[in-house]
């Protein structure tokens, strides 16, 4: 009997044909699958895809139905996508099997499960290779001038184009872009996927300058002490090497890199420098008077102008400190997020509603503190619409150092309360194991004392079931706090 399947990875229709197979009780050894070309082969790349043709509606007896496991379902969306041919007589021969022998589903080493499982995870590695050594080359947009169109060539070994595609799509969201393959080639318009025939080669875009100078850096970052040839070959086979311009550096670097590693043992050793300054220790005064800052307002306005680093050019404003002039306690956070940016005040987003809600526990008003963070401006990235956190660096910390510091010498708190690690270390001058630490007070160079726990968006990321113990924890650190302020006021 034949089962024909409307395309290589037509898993709808395999979905079909086995179901009215086992209806009528038809064994995987009786059962000839065979593959259409693909839908659309004929078509054009850049043409919007045609409709598949509606399958006919097939009754099939209730009794007939079969029941597997869901993670039978997830294999075979997987499997269809391999390369071999009898991959959907396999995956009949399965689901007939775990129809009529139920134990199967338990068997760990079961020969057409391990076989399945095989294929599914050479077809997840082969999506990982093409997400990973594909490399687009810019050309001039036909349909759009004046702009570019990026086009890749890629030699999957599977039929994973049209599985893969989507990925690319969310990555490159912006830009418009083609995949060419031997077997399909795709294109993202920037609203939708156009799948079309596959190409050659020779269709593909040669080098151009861009590549000289990526190749120029990679040469300049290669570290010989570093090669390992085997390793490398394991996770970046040679038939991708055709596809990546560095390619054609390693047999160059690798030839050299014994000379190379031996000249470097040989350079005598140098002293690191460090990259975080150590915390002020001029007075107050002389810290405002460093900066020219004499009030909050001119903090403000110097901040809002900073380019120190690269967060300000982004951001929509400097976020500084908000709170009681010389209050007791100072709590400092890592950086503003999305709606502090919006809203031009620290602590306004959900972490700053969790720590509202822990200091009202502890017994101390929002405004009897002063808030502010280490940084300054909010960092992040862009996925879409949404603007997703990113932690600032070591370097774009300490360029905010001395603002803080600025912000420390006007309002001249009794005790600092670091909420994380980042504002950890800004504040001390040097890398703090915040959970080792935490609950415990630190002292500066210049003698104020510093609490050192969580950050409140740390709360935020912990299981539902433990949020409570942690907040708790929380909590129990900024009493501390409180008790401070209760021995010094």
Request: aromatic residues 6%; hydrophobic residues 40%.
């Amino acid at each position: 009997m034949h089962a024909r399947l409307h395309s290589q990875i037509d898993l709808t229709g395999f979905r079909n044909e086995a179901r009215d197979l086992l209806a009528h009780q038809v064994p995987p050894d009786q059962v000839h699958w065979e593959t259409s070309s693909e839908p659309g082969s004929e078509a054009d790349l850049f043409a919007p895809p045609a409709a598949d043709a509606p399958r006919t509606a097939r009754s099939i007896p209730r009794a007939a139905t079969a029941i597997v496991p869901a993670s039978f379902l997830r294999l075979c969306e997987v499997v269809v996508l391999h390369h071999e041919p009898q991959r959907f007589a396999l995956l009949y021969r399965l689901l007939w099997r775990l129809v009529h022998e139920p134990t199967l589903r338990n068997d760990p080493i079961d020969p057409d499960m391990l076989q399945a499982q095989q294929m599914a995870q050479s077809v997840r590695r082969d999506m990982h290779k093409m997400k990973a050594f594909l490399r687009f080359r810019p050309v001039p947009d036909e349909e759009h001038p004046g702009e570019l169109l990026h086009v890749a060539w890629f030699e999957p070994t599977h039929h994973i184009v049209e599985a893969v595609a989507p990925w690319f799509a969310r990555r490159f969201a912006n830009m418009r872009w083609a995949i060419l393959t031997p077997e399909r080639s795709v294109r993202w318009d920037g609203q939708q996927l156009l799948f079309g025939p596959g190409g050659s080669r020779a269709d593909a875009p040669p080098a151009d300058a861009g590549e000289a100078l990526w190749l120029t850096y990679y040469r300049s970052i290669f570290n010989p002490a570093r090669l390992k040839l085997q390793q490398m070959r394991k996770e970046m086979p040679v038939k991708y090497w055709d596809n990546l311009p560095e390619s054609r550096l390693i047999g160059e670097l690798s030839a050299q890199a014994p000379e190379r590693s031996g000249s470097m043992i040989e350079e005598p050793a140098r002293a690191p420098q460090r990259r975080i300054p150590r915390p002020v220790a001029d007075t107050p005064a002389a810290t405002l008077q460093r900066d020219g800052i004499g009030s909050l307002a001119q903090l403000k306005a110097a901040t809002m102008r900073c380019r120190e680093c690269p967060i300000g050019e982004f951001a929509t404003q400097s976020v500084n400190g908000e709170g009681r002039l010389h209050a007791p306690l100072m709590l400092v956070g890592e950086q503003p997020g999305d709606q502090e940016d919006l809203q031009g005040q620290p602590f306004v987003g959900p972490a700053g509603k969790l720590l509202d809600r822990a200091l009202e526990a502890v017994g101390v008003p929002r405004d009897a503190v002063f808030v502010s963070n280490a940084v300054k401006h909010f960092k992040f990235e862009l996925r879409g619409k949404r603007r997703i956190h990113k932690t600032p660096t070591q370097r774009e910390a300490a360029a905010c150092l001395h603002w803080l510091e600025d912000e420390i010498a006007l309002v001249r708190p009794r005790a600092l309360v670091a909420l994380g690690a980042t504002a950890a270390r800004s504040l001390m001058g040097h890398a703090v194991a915040v959970t080792a630490e935490r609950g415990k007070w630190l002292e500066r160079a210049d003698g104020l004392k510093v609490l050192v726990t969580l950050h409140p968006s740390a709360l935020l990321r912990v299981p539902p079931e433990e949020r409570d113990a942690a907040f708790a924890a929380f909590v129990a650190d900024l009493r501390k706090a409180r008790r401070f302020l209760d021995e010094h006021a």
